[in-house]
């Protein structure tokens, strides 16, 4: 890795903080308030999270509520694509596919509109973190369902000790600014 890289690695490593028990006991909850909070890094996240992908052809990033939007909106603007959101139940005022999947506490439902992209849409998962993977193999269900093809993952944080990659699909990049 180049010395720049890993400098802002270092930078955005600073600005994230660990908070013990949340939202339960035994969750080491990653915060990344202080990412957003500090321009310069608000600035380098979201171009860092571009540059894998900027010759992937992306006509979407699909970002993952809630905390998957700070970022993905930004990521998709860097990248000239649109951005979709995947939402929890209810949320989504148009016909919606839903999956159910578990998180590393508890259970959830995610959505997407039924016609938020055309057959063969080339698509980017975008969300701030993956701990089991259990979302983001869930959103990879809804978009293949739907007819799109899912040309990679962004996250910023994945948690090693979880081994949520595991659950995506081998051939397809992952990219995740760090691994804590
Ligand atoms: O890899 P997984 O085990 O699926 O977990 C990762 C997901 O969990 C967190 O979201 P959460 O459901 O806490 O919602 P929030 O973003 O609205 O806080 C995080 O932002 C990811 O979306
Ligand atoms: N440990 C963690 N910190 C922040 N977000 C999470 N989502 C799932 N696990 C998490």
Excluded: C, W
């Amino acid at each position: 890795m180049d010395e720049v890289k890993q400098q802002i690695l270092a930078l955005l490593r600073e600005n994230i903080r660990n908070i013990g028990d949340f939202p339960q006991p035994g969750i080491q909850f990653k915060d990344i308030t202080p990412l957003l909070q500090n321009p310069d890094t608000l600035e380098l996240t979201s171009q860092v999270l571009a540059r894998p992908f900027r010759s992937h052809n992306v006509d979407y990033v699909v970002g993952l509520e809630s905390r998957g939007f700070l970022f993905g909106t930004n990521l998709a603007q860097d990248l000239h694509a649109g951005f979709i959101p995947i939402r929890k139940p209810g949320k989504l005022p148009s016909d919606t596919l839903s999956a159910t999947y578990a998180l590393e506490y508890g259970e959830d439902t995610i959505e997407i509109h039924r016609d938020a992209f055309s057959e063969g849409a080339r698509i980017l998962i975008h969300d701030d973190l993956i701990a089991t993977g259990g979302s983001a193999a869930a959103a990879t269900e809804l978009v293949e369902e739907l007819g799109g093809k899912v040309v990679g993952y962004s996250f910023i944080i994945g948690l090693k000790e979880l081994k949520g990659t595991a659950l995506l699909p081998a051939k397809v990049p992952v990219e995740i600014l760090l691994s804590l």
